[in-house]
């Protein structure tokens, strides 16, 4: 039986070992009417050299640590005709007129390089067969169901920026043929929906022209973990938790800004009239689910050393935070970017916050408690508190916000100076929250989160009592949160922020 051929490999440019592919299907074609530029020759010269189109001049780029890594044999298959240039040597001209063929896998392998240099090719092809209009409204992929997305339209239309949502799965592929014709201002992406692991969408846009933003609401290097090239590097990062800006940047992010999370009014806190009596008068409530969905699929592998988990605990019973951070550096992780490791902290911190917010509502439960949340908190908490199925975020919660006596939160480890929605939906609905200290909280005046943090769970009973409802002193707490939020803290606000950092206002 005929041995298979051996295929080469090569370290990519995240230092991963790759078989180099080989034939004509590893070839995309941008046809034009002059001579042949190749971008990208593969792992076989002669091969290629066979597929190309005849009696044409061959212009050939191929990266450099493409090159480094190649034979003599294969630098001497190199056809001796084929004209090697560099990529500085294009003149935009030269590029409308030209041939093109890819060599695709390239642009996985050494995204740096390629990303760039084909985005502007394929955006010159682009000006060459339409007239791509500049026209100023932004693009916001998601839909009404995902994270914020309603939120960051609705903001940008009052903002003066129409928008125009498009499913994050079709955002590759549906892109390119809108650039054809026009061009908006503005493609913004909020946790990274939308944009390919290899930045091929995000480097065409800005070979357009459009600025592209992305918001990471969740931790960002969970983010982070599932991109394949360090475009992100240059693109403009906004981050819920001012915590990670450091990081960030000693990772080679050179644009990052902090932008909270925020209220809704016009939406969230008008429903908040909602007549439905839920029941909560004298009760505290607490909306969650006991994990954030496909936890499981997204830790798989992931794994603490026992002891470092058990010094977690204890830390958890003294009233601490083993935040993210705390992993870190407990798991001796310095590297953050690329690769899943960092999911080991997040998988530590996640566990501990389960257990931290276990400890909190069984603090909790000695007032009469509400879980709105999964059927796992039935097998987590005692009998007597009682847990109701999750409920419509923007439909019903406001009312259950309003009626609640308290509403009790306890924010994420993963976001060690993180916030959550309820930091702000809570006060718009006009209920009372009672928070556990996150240092998210310095964002609000002291003098205001005082009298509503706790740093122990011990303490969830005390400032309950010390806040009953139909006290004056609440209530003034309560109108000056209100005032405070809407006033200072909703998604407008937000995005008129963003947009003067990213020069569109």
């Given amino acids: 039986m005929p041995q298979r051929p051996r295929r080469l490999r090569i370290e990519t440019e995240l230092g991963k070992l790759q078989t180099l592919p080989d034939g004509k299907?590893?070839?995309?074609?941008?046809?034009?009417?002059?001579?042949?530029?190749?971008?990208?020759?593969?792992?076989?010269?002669?091969?290629?050299?066979?597929?190309?189109?005849?009696?044409k001049a061959v212009y050939v780029i191929e990266a450099p640590l493409f090159k480094s890594q190649m034979s003599d044999a294969w630098h001497e298959s190199v056809p001796s005709q084929w004209n090697i240039i560099s990529e500085d040597m294009l003149d935009d001209a030269t590029i409308m007129d030209a041939d093109i063929v890819l060599y695709r896998p390239g642009l996985r392998f050494f995204p740096s390089f390629w990303g760039p240099l084909v985005a502007r090719c394929r955006w010159l092809k682009t000006l060459a067969s339409g007239s791509a209009e500049p026209r100023r409204y932004a693009v916001i992929p998601g839909t009404d169901a995902d994270l914020l997305v309603p939120e960051v339209c609705d903001a940008l239309e009052r903002c003066g920026l129409r928008t125009r949502r498009i499913h994050p799965r079709q955002a590759v592929a549906l892109m390119p043929h809108l650039l054809v014709s026009e061009r908006p201002a503005l493609f913004f992406s909020v946790n990274f929906q939308g944009l390919d692991a290899y930045g091929e969408l995000y480097h065409l846009l800005r070979a357009a022209g459009v600025t592209v933003a992305t918001w990471c609401v969740d931790n960002p290097f969970h983010l982070l973990s599932g991109l394949r090239s360090p475009y992100w590097r240059e693109m403009p990062l906004f981050v819920t938790d001012a915590s990670f800006i450091p990081q960030l940047a000693e990772h080679g992010a050179t644009n990052v800004h902090h932008l909270p999370l925020a209220a809704w009014p016009q939406h969230f806190a008008a429903r908040a009239m909602d007549a439905t009596d839920h029941g909560l008068s004298s009760r505290m409530v607490f909306v969650g689910r006991s994990g954030f969905p496909n936890r499981d699929s997204f830790f798989a592998g992931c794994a603490v050393p026992p002891l470092l988990s058990a010094n977690a605990t204890d830390m958890i019973a003294r009233g601490e935070r083993p935040d993210f951070r705390w992993w870190l550096e407990g798991l001796g992780i310095q590297s953050l970017w690329p690769g899943n490791e960092v999911r080991n902290a997040g998988f530590g911190a996640e566990t501990a916050s389960l257990e931290r917010r276990v400890h909190c509502l069984m603090e909790a439960s000695r007032l009469p408690l509400t879980v709105y949340g999964d059927e796992d908190w039935k097998t987590l908490l005692p009998r007597a508190v009682e847990v109701r199925p999750v409920v419509d975020y923007y439909t019903t919660l406001p009312s259950i916000y309003r009626q609640a006596a308290w509403t009790l939160n306890v924010t994420s480890l993963l976001l060690p100076a993180g916030l959550t929605q309820r930091h702000f939906d809570v006060w718009a609905s006009g209920g009372f929250l009672i928070t556990d200290n996150s240092p998210g909280l310095s964002i609000f005046p002291k003098e205001l989160t005082q009298h509503i943090a706790f740093d122990r769970p011990e303490d969830i009973a005390r400032i309950a009592a010390d806040m009953r409802p139909g006290t004056p002193r609440r209530d003034d707490l309560r109108r000056a949160w209100q005032h405070l939020i809407l006033t200072e803290h909703t998604y407008e606000h937000r995005m008129r922020h963003t947009l003067d950092i990213l020069a569109l206002a």
């Fill in 25 to 55: 299907r590893e070839l995309a074609h941008m046809p034009g009417p002059g001579d042949v530029l190749v971008l990208g020759i593969g792992p076989d010269p002669a091969s290629l050299a066979g597929l190309l189109p005849a009696g």
